[in-house]
């Protein structure tokens, strides 16, 4: 039996990001999706205050739904769904109001970083956020180069009330990598795997492979609580990272 799954970060909606170009690619992802065991599903398109107001961006997104729902091959298909967004972290973010670009109907909001440094103000803007009630998922913590060379920068948003999210991709290849996000699994700093498929063939929807490298390679225990967190923080539950625990580096080596 294909054990059921949620995906908590897609970029499938039509038309509206660098992900599916239109209704066709939206259709063939969803598809393949279903095919993974995908019964939940987030969409999250890229949001950028820098390049859109929260108004065009809410219109935007409600259009590119409501262009896939009058499709007859997606009312056709059996999968629950729920609008969010892949939020660009800026600090103006503090001052917002985030409800609109939450994952609908929770506080769960999912951002995304700069990747090369870690930005100015990064635990107060968050601090804040978290203060206002929401609660700040830290998109593909992978990709960060300052967290990946200090794992202890992302203990510290997860100690400051934020959750972690890494792409299935990185557990299905190996790369220099892979060690640290181990030590990142393995201190419970990251609460769930999620696709951020794009396309079909660049960026496909693979969480069948990325559960199935999780638990060759960590256990099932863990593929047990990432499939279990995503379900419950889809469903607006809240979860807490208990057993979080703060890295260490010996002989070189995040452990
Ligand atoms: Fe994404």
């Known amino acids: 039996m294909v054990t059921q799954k949620t995906d908590l970060h897609c970029h499938i909606l039509p038309g509206i990001d660098d992900g599916a170009k ?9 598809r393949e999706e279903i095919n993974q065991g995908v019964t939940n599903i987030m969409f999250t398109p890229h949001f950028d205050s820098d390049r859109i107001s929260v108004d065009e961006f809410v219109s935007a997104r409600g259009e590119a739904l409501e262009q896939l729902r009058a499709s007859k091959e997606f009312a056709g298909m059996d999968i629950n769904f729920k609008l969010g967004a ?8 503090a001052d917002m109001e985030l409800e609109p670009l939450c994952y609908q109907g929770s506080d769960y909001i999912l951002i995304e970083l700069p990747t090369q440094a870690r930005p100015h103000g990064l635990s107060r803007t ?28 992302l203990y510290d948003l997860i ?38 498929c794009h396309s079909r063939r660049r960026r496909p929807p693979n969480l069948e492979k990325g559960f199935a490298a999780l638990r060759s390679n960590y256990g099932g225990k863990y593929e047990e609580r990432f499939l279990d967190a995503a379900k419950q923080i889809y469903s607006g539950a ?7 625990k703060k890295p260490k580096k010996i002989l070189g080596m995040w452990v």
């Open 22 to 30: 239109n209704l066709e690619v939206s259709i063939a992802l969803l």
């Open 86 to 93: 892949e939020v660009y972290y800026t600090v103006g973010l």
């Open 238 to 244: 809240a979860i807490c990272p208990e057993d979080a």
């Open 126 to 153: 968050l601090g804040t956020i978290i203060n206002k009630g929401y609660r700040p998922i830290i998109a593909h913590v992978e990709r960060y180069a300052y967290m990946m060379s200090d794992p202890t920068t």
């Open 159 to 196: 100690d400051l009330g934020c959750l972690a999210q890494i792409n299935a991709e990185t557990l299905v290849t190996k790369t220099k990598l892979s060690p640290v996000v181990g030590c990142l699994i393995r201190r419970g700093l990251v609460q769930f795997i999620a696709s951020d």
